[in-house]
């Protein structure tokens, strides 16, 4: 998950917003750990579960971590002015967004991990013509991990 949120982090462009998907322990904070360390983020990244938000801004572009394990439904989240808080230079990490169905905006990106075994089985999904630049730079990861 590491080395692909490394490969993915120079290709992901704001604005834009990313739905990770995935069972508990599947990796989906760890994504984004790696994903603000390849962005040249050096302090503590935190798993957002019980703040449910995370603000990161860069030089080069504002990460916003939205975690919603804990919520019980989407109103939960009308408190957090989540539109409030994205313009151009957002990019918008959310971890279970199933739970805030209705009150997210729609991902451009979705990543579902899931275990397989000892192994993730990774897969990715251009919902928008934002994230489909970010194909190819899957397609090649891939290609390279493999290999």
Same mark, same amino acid.
């Given at each position: ?14 604005? !834009?917003?990313?739905? !990770? ?13 790696? $994903?603000?360390?390849? &962005? /040249? ?13 995370? *603000?990161? @801004? ?6 916003? *971590? ?5 919520? %019980?439904?989407?109103?939960? &989240? ?12 957002? &990019?918008?990490?959310? %971890?279970? @967004?199933?739970?805030?169905? /209705?009150?997210?905006? %729609?991902?451009?990106? $979705?990543? *579902?991990?899931? *275990? ?14 934002a994230a489909e630049p970010l194909l190819p730079?899957?397609?090649?990861? &891939? ?5």
């Open positions: 998950m590491a080395a692909l949120a490394a490969a993915l982090a120079g290709a992901m462009h704001a604005p !834009l917003v990313c739905y !990770l998907r995935g069972e508990l322990g599947a990796g989906k904070t760890t994504f984004v750990r790696a $994903m603000l360390g390849a &962005l /040249g983020y050096r302090g503590r990244v935190k798993s957002p579960s019980y703040g449910l938000l995370e *603000h990161y @801004p860069l030089k080069q572009v504002n990460i916003l *971590h939205l975690d919603l394990y804990r919520i %019980e439904n989407a109103g939960e &989240l009308e408190f957090l002015g989540i539109p409030d808080l994205i313009d151009s230079n957002t &990019l918008l990490l959310v %971890e279970w @967004p199933e739970r805030g169905a /209705g009150a997210l905006p %729609e991902a451009d990106f $979705m990543i *579902h991990t899931e *275990h397989v075994g000892q192994r993730r089985k990774v897969t990715f999904t251009a919902v928008t013509p730079v899957v397609r090649q990861f &891939l290609n390279t991990f493999s290999s």
